[in-house]
């Protein structure tokens, strides 16, 4: 696989709807990176208020080269996926680091979706996308994370689709941003407020993952009950 010795520390905020399975690309990212190999620890974990279906929700991938135990939500994200094109506006208010990028869904997005997994399910895809970004996990990298969160049902239609992002990412790069001019700057009385706050965060559910060695009982795969791929 693609495993490097980077030294670096990420954040990636998902933001969506309840169903969109925002919180399960967060986990497959998350599992995905630690399972890459030593040293590679990653926790993820969702954010949301009342929990219903359609509802924003927002989710958190951190990855880095040690055990992460900061589960304090993200204003000043690496990267941000967005799910639904209706909450781009709520974007606003954060700012991403100069590098990093937002990757929202489009309609090419919406049409690769669908051509592979008969349905307009994006969170595979754009999880893809983010991949790619974050250059150092490869599609089999990405396939692994799937055979490890996702309910078996539902596994080889994704990994079609993870393989068709990778090897097809041109046609899909309307979707990507990349935040390479300065970024605003923060006057005195304003401050990086993230998307509805931070007050309804459940860290009860958070799932870590860590290095090749972690125990194994750290890692909770999303159920089948819970938003996700389809």
Known sequence: NMCTTMNTFREILWYGRGGQGAFSAAKLLGAAYALTGENRYSLAFPSFGPERRGAPVRAYTKLGSAPINDRS????????????????????????KEGGSLIAVNEEVIEFSRQILGREIVNTTLLSLLALELGDLSADDVVRGIEETMPPRIQAKNIELVRAVFERADELQSAVH????????????????????????????????GGSNAPQQEYRPAGEGEEGQQ
Do not use: K, W
């Open 73 to 96: 939500a993200v204003a000043h994200p690496d990267h941000i996926v967005c799910l639904d094109e209706t909450l781009l506006a709520d974007l606003g208010s954060l700012s991403i």
């Open 178 to 209: 990349v935040a390479r001019a300065p970024q605003r700057q923060t006057r005195p009385h304003e401050r990086n407020v993230l998307i509805g706050g931070a007050e309804y965060m459940d860290i009860m559910t958070a799932d870590v993952f």
